[in-house]
């Protein structure tokens, strides 16, 4: 009887865990794709990339400036799905709507892109280990803020 009580404790234990898993692996997906399916234009995008490096002006380091840099990468990420992969180049987008994206576009994507770069850094305040952050050399990032119209890093 003992045993029975343990093997179905555990069983239920495990069932809520994976439970907990899929429901976080569903709400990150559901994230994304809102990121994805908020992308109207590259025009669009560039704006809020921008803006982005604008308000990573106004970060020191921690917290501020580990979100904006995820964000980045994170929308450029979202413009390659809108794409069809064009700027990462490994893979391919999903869903019917391709954006168009002109030649020095691209170029510059794949420049941003290019500086993202895997980090586990402060792991413990990301939903998941291993993310990518904005890590520039400080030639390209100059470059980068130059195309979008950004103001000069600080």
């Not at 979100?67 to 413009?79: K, N, P, Q, R, W």
């Not at 700027?87 to 576009?105: N, Q």
Request: proline share 4%.
């Amino acid at each position: 009887m003992k045993n029975i009580l343990v093997k179905t404790t555990t069983l239920a234990v495990i069932t809520v865990l994976s439970l907990s898993w899929q429901n976080q692996a569903l709400a990150q997906q559901t994230q994304g794709e809102k990121l994805v399916n908020s992308i109207q234009s590259v025009a669009q995008v560039k704006r809020q990339l921008k803006e982005l490096f604008t308000n990573l002006n106004q970060c020191g380091t921690g917290g501020c400036f580990n979100g904006i840099s995820t964000d980045i990468c994170e929308l450029v990420g979202a413009l390659d799905v809108k794409v069809d992969g064009k700027i990462v180049g490994t893979m391919s987008g999903a869903g019917d709507t391709k954006l168009p994206i002109s030649a020095s576009d691209l170029k510059l994507m794949k420049k941003i892109f290019s500086q993202c770069k895997p980090t586990n850094y402060q792991y413990w305040n990301w939903e998941y280990v291993l993310h990518v952050g904005y890590d520039p050399t400080p030639q390209i990032d100059k470059e980068i803020r130059a195309a979008l119209g950004a103001p000069k890093p600080r």
